[in-house]
Nanobody, 114 residues
């Protein structure tokens, strides 16, 4: 299984970024897909999760600003991030959760300047 994340970068507060994760080597539609993040000195935390059936869970801190989506035909999951804040600065990890196994991507850095 490989999860290749892309789309991170440097953006000013109030700006937008779109993260994308390309999955391979797995039955994509069977997995819950999501994004976690880890800020310096902090624990990794859930940002957004979309189940195989389409149910979505968001962290309270990003509700109304971020949108997760998946394309089962392309084996991709995306995170549209709007109204970014400096506290959103973190390494963002793509996640795939299955019945027996969980997988992580390599992480992509998002830096939001004030």
């Amino acid at each position: 299984v490989q999860l290749q994340a892309s789309g991170g970068g440097l953006v000013q507060a109030g700006g937008s970024l779109r993260l994308s994760c390309q999955a391979s080597g797995m039955i994509f539609s069977a997995f819950a897909m999501g994004w976690y993040r880890q800020a310096p000195g902090k624990q990794r935390e859930l940002v957004a999760l979309i189940a195989s059936g389409g149910d979505i869970k968001y962290a309270d801190s990003i509700k109304g600003r971020f949108t997760i989506s998946r394309d089962n035909a392309k084996n991709t999951v995306a995170l549209q991030m709007n109204s970014l804040k400096p506290e959103d600065t973190a390494v963002y990890y793509c996640y795939a959760g299955g019945f027996r196994s969980n997988y992580w991507g390599q992480g992509t850095l998002v830096t939001v300047s004030s």
